[in-house]
């Protein structure tokens, strides 16, 4: 249901894919963030790979030590939130939750109890442009397994009639899918949950200054010394090294989503993976959609719905598009 090739752990992208559509660009050491850091503001910079992507930390810390051992803490809590998300596990929260489709409430861990929460709270939003249960889309066109062929329209109508009539019941952590039929996909909100976890570990750490970036869904925590945010530049998917738009990020999130580098070929058609909930193929309203919100789960789940049906929805805070020709 999402943007990128950037969530095979959480169901959405074809293997070896993890191309940003947008990127945040920090400077790789104080001599380019203004004045000097203050003593015992040392910067600190963590490459790592996660959700099957790459991940890119960038902090400052009372020392070189301390920051290295937060950013590894924040990695092992978005590695956590993985390990509860994904659809490649089948012992994973989620894939235990599609199985008991059907069957009456389950207990549920807290993240994806959180998560569902917020995932029916944007779908209302919305107006369903947002949806969690997409995943019988995703499996027919070809997402979560190989296809020889495109999905036939007996295929698109019985994964529309699941999608339609898909029932998520939460209470507290307990959580039923209504119908047997029923199968949960969270790659439009995983990554942004993800952030604004790792967020909480870098804050409770006492950081104050941070960039994470996940594949080029950003969330800054305060700014750089001297600066006015942290600069975040909107790549454009159809010319490479283009830029669409930047802005300074400071306790906000951004994503991007876009249709034009998780794909699937059928012949000469070329099919993204960000689905249309209402007409059960892939989103074909814009190239690329990426807004900035409080939380990075504000800012996902967001920019999935403005790709598919684009609006002024309320919690975006800036938007950029790229239309289609």
């Given at each position: 249901?999402?943007?990128?090739?950037?969530?095979?752990?959480?169901?959405?992208?074809?293997?070896?894919?993890?191309?940003?559509?947008?990127?945040?660009?920090a400077a790789a050491g104080s001599a380019r963030l203004g004045p000097a850091p203050a003593a015992g503001d040392v910067f600190v910079e963590r490459w790592s790979w996660a959700m099957g992507q790459p991940?890119?930390?960038?902090?400052?810390?009372?020392?070189?030590?301390?920051?290295?051992?937060?950013?590894?803490?924040?990695?092992?809590?978005l590695r956590r939130v993985e390990r509860a998300l994904t659809l490649f596990d089948d012992t994973s929260d989620l894939c235990e939750?599609?199985?008991a489709a059907g069957r009456g409430p389950l207990d549920v861990g807290?993240?994806?109890?959180?998560?569902?929460?917020?995932?029916?709270?944007?779908?209302?939003?919305?107006?369903?442009?947002?949806?969690?249960?997409?995943?019988?889309?995703m499996r027919a066109w070809g997402f979560h397994a190989a296809r020889t062929s495109p999905p036939s329209s007996a295929e698109l109508a019985e994964a529309c009639e699941a999608l339609r009539g898909a029932r998520v019941r939460l209470d507290?952590?307990?959580?039923?899918?209504?119908?047997?039929?029923?199968?949960?996909?969270?790659?439009?909100?995983?990554?942004?949950?993800?952030?604004?976890?790792m967020a909480d570990v870098l804050r409770g750490a006492g950081i104050r200054r941070a960039l994470l970036d996940v594949s080029g869904d950003v969330l800054a925590i305060g700014t750089p010394p001297?600066?006015?945010?942290?600069?975040?530049?909107i790549a454009d998917p159809r010319v490479l090294g283009r830029v669409r738009g930047?802005?300074?990020l400071r306790d906000a999130a951004l994503a991007t989503s876009a249709n034009t580098v998780s794909v699937v070929h059928w012949g000469?058609?070329?099919?993204?993976?960000?689905?249309?909930?209402?007409?059960?193929?892939?989103?074909?309203?814009?190239?690329?959609?990426?807004?900035t919100a409080p939380t990075g789960i504000e800012a996902d789940a967001l920019s999935t719905a403005m790709l598919v049906a684009p609006a002024r929805y309320p919690g975006v805070t800036r938007a950029w598009s790229i239309e289609r020709a």
């Amino acid at each position: 249901m999402k943007r990128r090739a950037f969530l095979r752990a959480l169901g959405l992208a074809t293997a070896g894919a993890a191309v940003p559509a947008g990127f945040a660009r920090a400077a790789a050491g104080s001599a380019r963030l203004g004045p000097a850091p203050a003593a015992g503001d040392v910067f600190v910079e963590r490459w790592s790979w996660a959700m099957g992507q790459p991940v890119h930390l960038q902090l400052f810390a009372a020392s070189e030590a301390a920051g290295y051992d937060v950013a590894q803490a924040a990695l092992a809590e978005l590695r956590r939130v993985e390990r509860a998300l994904t659809l490649f596990d089948d012992t994973s929260d989620l894939c235990e939750l599609n199985r008991a489709a059907g069957r009456g409430p389950l207990d549920v861990g807290r993240d994806l109890a959180l998560v569902l929460e917020a995932a029916e709270r944007f779908r209302s939003l919305t107006g369903g442009a947002f949806d969690p249960a997409v995943e019988p889309l995703m499996r027919a066109w070809g997402f979560h397994a190989a296809r020889t062929s495109p999905p036939s329209s007996a295929e698109l109508a019985e994964a529309c009639e699941a999608l339609r009539g898909a029932r998520v019941r939460l209470d507290g952590r307990r959580a039923a899918l209504g119908s047997v039929t029923t199968q949960l996909d969270l790659g439009g909100i995983g990554v942004g949950y993800g952030l604004d976890r790792m967020a909480d570990v870098l804050r409770g750490a006492g950081i104050r200054r941070a960039l994470l970036d996940v594949s080029g869904d950003v969330l800054a925590i305060g700014t750089p010394p001297g600066e006015s945010g942290w600069l975040v530049e909107i790549a454009d998917p159809r010319v490479l090294g283009r830029v669409r738009g930047h802005t300074r990020l400071r306790d906000a999130a951004l994503a991007t989503s876009a249709n034009t580098v998780s794909v699937v070929h059928w012949g000469r058609a070329v099919r993204g993976h960000v689905m249309n909930p209402a007409t059960g193929y892939p989103a074909a309203a814009l190239v690329q959609a990426t807004v900035t919100a409080p939380t990075g789960i504000e800012a996902d789940a967001l920019s999935t719905a403005m790709l598919v049906a684009p609006a002024r929805y309320p919690g975006v805070t800036r938007a950029w598009s790229i239309e289609r020709a």
